[in-house]
């Protein structure tokens, strides 16, 4: 995530880097778009920038600069996240009620923690930049994963949007042709998974560890749009045997018959994306879809989920980091997946599922203080996906970066990809 310069300029080079991502992924919309909240999970831009500007108040001014003077008071209860040893929060579903501060005072109050965070890192001695380390990579990598969210969030917003207006230009792309469907044979064995101690990583993904794998086989590609619009056209989504229990119970309750941002128009599907509405590509990844979902299409194909230690171990013995992620055009949308290359697009273009619950490695032990509420308290009851999507940062996932949701979330851009025993 850094570079090799000397330490305050490498953490202060990663820091301007970062925020000004996060204002270049905001500048085309407009203080209406960035205030609105669609539903609980979804936070509005605004709340986004100024969260990821409190986290450096917090976490690295707050505790290591004596003489900082907070912007506002009051800025820690309305951007409090869920950090309970912080204090009390605003409720997380009543986020788009907070038309003040402004767009613009939330733009100043960036200006202001990122001055101060400046001055700090100029004038820090190294022993205090090297005490700092960590929590600077932290905050990067928490308001990477906050420009992601950023995106996937203002996707929903302007998706409800009846005119399905366009946050960013559109690419120059065209339906491609739907490749063949192939498998690349894994062997098992006593592998070790988990983060490996040569860079950052966030505390999910350590210890390392060794686990026992069975032979099995990876698909080359994701699951794409022409894949799941087979499930459809079968009945995928009327056929109550193919579902887990709460799955099928969610399909009925949020009368589901489709991803996420398909539209049917005439008997023709569309997909409304951050671009406008485009024709369904049949050769691109199919995105925003559940665990449930993915399941689901697995029990249809007559395959399985690959958990997440087949999918890291295939990443590791034969996968590169050639996917779509995000990029400076805003170009936010899974592209074509090539064909007839193996183990294709396993990094970036969609999250993919996978049948493992979101638990913790054995000897997993949750970091002091308030920073440790980042992971550990939401394992349970969640699956982990892996892999990156469109909508990543570059360079923020690796083979061990483990991503969590619930079982019936889909606002995300995940995917799925099939493995089957050997």
Not at 82 to 99: L, N, S, W
Request: aromatic residues 12%.
């Amino acid at each position: 995530m850094l570079t090799n310069s000397p330490p305050a300029a490498r953490l202060l080079d990663a820091f301007e880097t970062v925020r000004a991502r996060t204002e270049a992924l905001a500048a085309p919309l407009s203080p209406e778009d960035q205030c609105v909240q669609t539903m609980p999970d979804v936070s509005p831009t605004k709340w986004h920038r100024a969260h990821t500007t409190w986290f450096w108040e917090t976490f690295l001014l707050g505790e290591f600069n004596k003489d900082y003077k907070p912007f506002d008071p009051d800025f820690c209860y309305l951007f409090n996240s869920y950090y309970e040893q912080v204090g009390e929060r605003h409720p997380r579903a009543e986020r788009g009620q907070i038309t003040r501060p402004s767009c613009s005072d939330v733009a100043a109050y960036r200006v202001y923690v990122d001055a101060a965070v400046r001055n700090f890192l100029s004038n820090a001695p190294d022993d205090l930049i090297s005490a700092v380390t960590p929590i600077i990579e932290l905050g990067v990598g928490h308001e990477e994963q906050h420009q992601e969210l950023l995106l996937t969030d203002i996707k929903h917003v302007l998706s409800r949007n009846p005119l399905s207006p366009a946050a960013y230009p559109a690419p120059d792309s065209a339906p491609r042709e739907n490749p063949d469907l192939t498998f690349t044979a894994v062997d098992g064995g006593l592998v070790e998974t988990g983060h490996a101690d040569d860079g950052f990583a966030y505390d999910n993904e350590s210890p390392r560890h060794k686990v026992w794998l069975e032979p099995f086989a990876l698909a080359d590609r994701p699951v794409t749009n022409g894949d799941w619009l087979d499930f459809v056209q079968a009945g995928g989504y009327r056929t109550a045997t193919l579902w887990l229990s709460d799955g099928w119970a969610t399909v009925q309750a949020d009368e589901w018959r489709a991803p996420l941002h398909w539209r049917e128009r005439d008997g023709v599907w569309r997909e409304f994306t951050l671009h406008g509405e485009t024709d369904l590509d049949p050769a691109a990844p199919v995105c925003h879809i559940s665990f449930y979902e993915a399941q689901a299409y697995a029990e249809w194909a007559g395959l399985r989920l690959p958990t997440e230690h087949e999918w890291e171990h295939a990443a590791a013995e034969k996968a590169g980091l050639d996917g779509r992620f995000m990029d400076a055009g805003q170009s936010a949308h899974p592209g074509p997946v090539p064909g007839g290359k193996s183990l294709a697009q396993m990094f970036g273009g969609v999250w993919e599922w996978t049948r493992s619950d979101y638990a913790p490695y054995p000897g997993f032990r949750t970091p002091d203080g308030a920073v440790g509420e980042y992971n550990g308290k939401f394992m349970c009851g969640q699956y982990v996906l892996r892999g990156g999507s469109c909508a990543t940062p570059p360079g923020h996932v690796r083979r061990t970066y483990r991503n969590f949701f619930p079982p019936d979330a889909r606002w995300q851009f995940s995917g799925v990809r099939m493995a089957r025993d050997a």
